[in-house]
């Protein structure tokens, strides 16, 4: 069974931080690309940033270029989304998911399994 539980989120202040974390297991990712998505109420989910498990190339969506970082941790099967500068229209419900071999990147419906999600609120 895989599993990918997000935790992390929270209320902040426009140029604040946050960090975010998903803790995956039930299987091996070695071959996946893990993402984060957003999205926002009456909004479509969003790409943020996608990262491979074998070789850490990240890809990031341009909103949050220069502003997010996204990293895994292989033995600790942790991936994490360091969220600075945050502005208000960074809020959303933020989801983890894993992406196996081939499929988009970018598009949430490339992505096999999914987290619940957690909230981040940015406040002005």
């Known amino acids: 069974q895989v599993q990918l539980v997000e935790s992390g989120g929270g209320l902040v202040q426009a140029g604040g931080s946050l960090r975010l974390y998903c803790a995956a297991s039930g299987r091996t990712f070695s071959n996946y690309a893990m993402g984060w998505f957003r999205q926002a109420p009456g909004a479509e989910r969003e790409f943020v940033a996608v990262i491979s498990w074998s070789d850490g190339n990240t890809y990031y969506a341009d909103s949050v270029k220069g502003r997010f970082t996204i990293s895994r941790d292989s033995a600790k099967k942790m991936v994490y989304l360091q969220m600075t500068s945050l502005k208000p229209e960074d809020t959303a419900v933020y989801y983890c998911?894993?992406?196996?071999?081939?499929?988009?990147?970018?598009?949430?419906?490339?992505?096999?399994?999914w987290g619940q999600g957690t909230q981040v609120t940015v406040s002005s």
């Open positions: 998911a894993a992406r196996p071999p081939g499929r988009s990147y970018t598009s949430h419906r490339g992505y096999e399994y």
